[in-house]
């Protein structure tokens, strides 16, 4: 079925930075595609960063440039998050195995609804 356990979130300062962790069990990592996504009080969900089916990571434009995707080889991925701001405040989820093939090249969207095994998430709130 698949697990995955998000840890890392916390309360820093505008400009500051956080690393992220999911960790990932009952499915392979290497072989899935794998996102993080956040909700920001009172809005909707929003894809943040993926790898996709063909291994090919991708980044929201509100991101990219300031958070970066990496794993460990193992079992657990990271979502490197720099230049932080206060919009960027929200809960932050990790997502893994794809319920059909996605590849990042078809939309810039990150579909979550694709996205089959998902964490409980971890807050990360910015100040300014």
């Known amino acids: 079925q698949g697990r995955v356990v998000e840890s890392g979130g916390g309360s820093v300062q505008s400009g500051g930075s956080l690393r992220l962790s999911c960790a990932v069990s009952?499915?392979?990592?290497?072989?899935?595609?794998m996102g993080w996504f956040r909700q920001r009080p009172g809005e909707g969900r929003e894809g943040v960063a993926a790898i996709d089916n063909d291994g090919r990571a991708t980044y929201a434009a509100s991101v990219r440039g300031r958070f970066t995707l990496s794993q460990d080889g193992a079992n657990t991925l990271f979502l490197d998050m720099n230049s932080l701001k206060p919009e960027d405040t929200a809960i932050y989820y990790c997502a893994g195995v794809c319920r059909s093939y996605y590849s990042s090249r078809d939309s810039d969207t990150i579909p979550g609804d694709n996205f089959r095994v998902w964490g409980q998430g971890t807050q990360v709130t910015v100040s300014s």
């Open positions: 009952g499915f392979r990592l290497s072989l899935n595609c």
